[in-house]
């Protein structure tokens, strides 16, 4: 595959995943394995710092550690793989890798853990619409 047809099919499908989205499809994947918050948001940042605006990172700018880690976020759905091979002179192959964030699987991801809030949400809300004699204790 071409970077070209790479590149033209993520035009067609111009969903943006914030740092936010990273946040919320993190905490409900390590977050549940008992990751902290503090962790979770730099992993976020993390994470975004290789994107930036950009669906994909070449491989190559990848030290082994971070390599790690982006397997560990492919283990769970949120990155993907992908690679390119292109001829150069002379005939030989020069494959290049590419990690791409699986931008379907984030936003799942992220609805996920905010219906969850928001379910957690309705569960507690039947307290607000108590009359406050009613918590009176009578003797």
Request: cysteine-free; overall charge neutral.
């Amino acid at each position: 595959m071409s970077r070209k047809g790479v590149l033209s099919r993520e035009v067609d499908n111009l969903e943006i995943v914030t740092i936010n989205d990273l946040v919320k499809a993190l905490r409900n994947t390590l977050g549940k394995k008992g990751m902290g918050e503090d962790d979770i948001r730099s992993l976020a940042e993390y994470l975004i710092n290789f994107f930036g605006f950009e669906d994909y990172a070449i491989d190559n700018r990848l030290n082994p550690n971070d390599r790690d880690v982006f397997y560990m976020l492919e283990e769970i759905g949120l990155l993907k793989t992908e690679r390119e091979e292109v001829t150069i002179k002379r005939g030989q192959i020069w494959r290049i890798h590419y990690w791409k964030l699986n931008k379907q699987k984030i936003k799942e991801l992220g609805k996920t853990q905010d219906t969850k809030d928001s379910k957690e949400g309705d569960k507690f809300a039947i307290y607000e619409n108590i009359d406050k004699e009613m918590w009176t204790r009578s003797r």
